[in-house]
Nanobody, 117 residues
Framework: QVRLEESGGGLVQAGGSLRLSCAASRSIASDNTMGWYRQAPGKQRELVATITSRFSTNYADSVKGRFTISRNNARNTVYLQMNALKLEDTAVYYC???????????WGQGTQVTVSS
């Protein structure tokens, strides 16, 4: 069983910044893809960004140029730096982890990000 623990959410004004962290209970140093997803009220969960253990990244169009995903393999931690936040970025943000050879992926409990005007 893998545990993912998010932190760093909160309330921020539009145009502000937040950094989310996700600490994994298993090594993320190899054969691993980590990601951030979000779910706004009344909407489906959607991809925000992913990063592989080789540091290849992928972003949703809606966050390109504003959000940056990164990882520290030594600390088994993934980050999401969110800049120029918009009202529509308000959501619960979830960390996701997948390891090669496993039959399932893993989710954190989520952290609330609220952007106010």
């Amino acid at each position: 069983q893998v545990r993912l623990e998010e932190s760093g959410g909160g309330l921020v004004q539009a145009g502000g910044s937040l950094r989310l962290s996700c600490a994994a209970s298993r090594s993320i140093a190899s054969d691993n893809t980590m990601g951030w997803y979000r779910q706004a009220p009344g909407k489906q969960r959607e991809l925000v960004a992913t990063i592989t253990s080789r540091f290849s990244t992928n972003y949703a169009d809606s966050v390109k140029g504003r959000f940056t995903i990164s990882r520290n393999n030594a600390r088994n931690t993934v980050y999401l730096q969110m800049n120029a936040l918009k009202l529509e970025d308000t959501a619960v943000y979830y960390c996701n982890g997948w390891w090669r050879g496993t039959v399932r992926d893993y989710w954190g409990q989520g952290t609330q990000v609220t952007v106010s005007s």
